[in-house]
C-alpha cells in the first residue's frame, strides 16, 4: 500500500505592521460602524494611518 504525504498548507492572514491586529478585525469594526476614534481608543497601539492602510488593503 501506498503511503500519502502529509498535506501542509499555509493561510496568511494580513496584520497591521506585524502586530496581532488583523486588517479584517478593523474592516470588521469599522462596518459595524465604529468611528476610527473608536477604534483607536480601544487599540491605542494603533495610528490613524492603520486605518487608512486597512481600507486601501481593501480597496475602499
Known amino acids: ?27 470588521g469594526l469599522l462596518a459595524t460602524g465604529n468611528t476610527r476614534g473608536e477604534i483607536l481608543a480601544a487599540y491605542p497601539y494603533l495610528e490613524a494611518e492603520d486605518i487608512d492602510q486597512c481600507l486601501a488593503y481593501a480597496g475602499l
Open 1 to 27: 500500500m501506498a503511503s500519502i504525504a502529509p498535506v501542509s498548507f499555509t493561510v496568511v492572514i494580513p496584520c497591521i505592521r506585524g502586530l496581532r491586529v488583523t486588517v479584517s478585525a478593523i474592516l
